[in-house]
């Protein structure tokens, strides 16, 4: 059986849920600005590296995502 | 009820929300649930920002694909060397229509050439042989000549140069080299 979680609960997992992803989100655009920066410049070995960072980032906020709906389904 | 929450609404004080107050009827919506929602609305905006950001990437990674794909420049006549001065300076189109570059002799036998888009923010520079540097009047940029990286201003990358082979009392531009310091 699904354990209720009370709405302060959620509030307060949802703040730290925000504070995580806040953290990921600055780190993709200081990803994108140096991506751009070398692609520039003529650097081009770190262009895909790159991209699968941003896309591993974008994976975990999805999962983050994810669980906070989950949260929010009917009680079984 | 048709899109009606299956979450039971909780009242503070545990009587039916029939029997609360006729204010409660009018602000049902609690503080923190108004809380709840607002943060999880902007964790979803960050999400989509998220996926502007991996767009952004995959952009550059294509263009990067697309820019590869056309291959080596092709060796193009620029001028004679008779119809540039010592100390003279010569606007070209090189290797497209819309990419405009300077040539410039700083000695009977030293060509120099860059793209004359500035590196900060795409403003035409100005070429001054004399003092040995290119000036962006937009925000004052200053670049070298002799190496096209930058000396003073916002700038923070070198101007592309363009390769350069004299033959025959020609001219001919080979190819772009970008550089990032």
Known sequence: MKRAVAREQQATIVYGIVSIVVLIVVLQLWLLTATMNAFLGGVEAVIWPAAAASLVCLFLIAGLLLYLYRLDEPEE | MPGKSKRRVKTPDG???????????DFPIEVVEDSYVSRRDFTKFLGLTSLAFVAGQLFIG??????????????VQIAGTDD???G?????????ENDYNLLMRTGPDTYRAYSQKCTHLSCAVTPNVAAGTLHCPCHDGVFDLATGRPLAGPPRRPLPRITLQVRDGKVFATGVEVRST
């Open chain 2, 15 to 25: 009587r039916p929300f029939s029997r609360q107050p006729k204010w409660r009827h």
């Open chain 2, 88 to 96: 003279g300076t010569l606007r070209f189109q090189y290797p497209g």
């Open chain 2, 62 to 75: 294509f263009k990067n694909l697309f820019l590869r794909g056309r291959g080596k420049l092709p060796s």
């Open chain 2, 84 to 86: 540039i001065p010592v």
